[in-house]
């Protein structure tokens, strides 16, 4: 079975601050891992993917995320946040198999304070 | 492109009326999903296609939610009869593959009174 995890219900970060964001997952197999930003009343809109290669991704916005496989953690950081970051942040892991789905963490919360 | 096209934005119904949910993908996509988002539960897979075959179904809450996809453009999720604990955000995505980020809808904002 799939799952992802993030411990973390809401993180409060200055701007300007590095910030990050924790994921972690079980999955059997390789993983497929996403992130997904969403904000009021909005969809969920694709910040980054890690489906092979380096272990460090880069997405939207200067996000970027690592992937760590021994400890089955895929982490969201950014160096120096901004007001207009806070939102509501989404891991997906997926196994790299055919017949399954995104599954989804319960989300974090991020505030980003001026 | 317009992306994943989902109507109504929202909806307000009362108990034991049948609701139907629309969603149109993005053209190309051969993947279709349904999820569901509330506060307790989070974003929940309903159902998903490939190919406009229903593939998992095994997150569909109970026989009173279906869903189907005539054609490659246009996916339907129907409640019958619908309940108070119905009441979430409904999504709908589509994506390009099997390693293919998702495009995800608006939304369709249901309450059930």
């Known amino acids: 079975a799939q799952s992802v995890a993030q411990p973390e219900d809401q993180v409060n970060v200055a701007e300007g601050n590095p910030l990050t964001v924790k994921c972690t997952y079980s999955v059997s197999g390789n993983p497929y891992l996403f992130w997904y930003v969403q904000y009021p009343n909005r969809g969920l809109q694709f910040l980054l993917k890690?489906?092979?290669?380096?272990?460090l991704v880069k997405g939207s916005y200067g996000f970027e995320a690592e992937f760590n496989k021994s400890q089955t953690s895929f982490h969201l950081k950014k160096p120096s946040a901004l007001v207009s970051d806070s939102a509501l942040y989404f891991c997906?892991?997926?196994?790299?198999?055919?017949?399954?789905?995104?599954?989804f963490g319960k989300g974090t919360t991020l505030s980003v304070s001026s | 492109d317009a992306g994943v096209i989902q109507s109504p934005r929202h909806e307000v119904t009362e108990m034991g009326q049948e609701v139907t949910l629309r969603c149109k993908p993005i053209?190309?996509?051969?993947?279709l999903f349904w999820y569901r988002q509330t506060m307790m539960r989070g974003l929940e897979l309903l159902i998903y296609f490939n190919n406009n075959v229903p593939i998992d179904d095994s997150g569909m809450p109970e026989d009173r939610f279906s869903a189907k996809m005539p054609n490659a453009s246009f996916s339907t999720l129907k409640i019958q009869p619908s309940e108070p604990r119905d009441s979430a955000v409904y999504f709908c995505a589509s994506s390009s593959g099997t390693g293919a980020g998702y495009t995800f809808g608006s939304g369709t904002r249901l309450t059930v009174v």
């Open positions: 997906a892991v997926r196994a790299n198999q055919a017949g399954t789905a995104l599954i």
């Open positions: 053209s190309g996509h051969d993947y």
């Open positions: 890690y489906i092979t290669g380096d272990n």
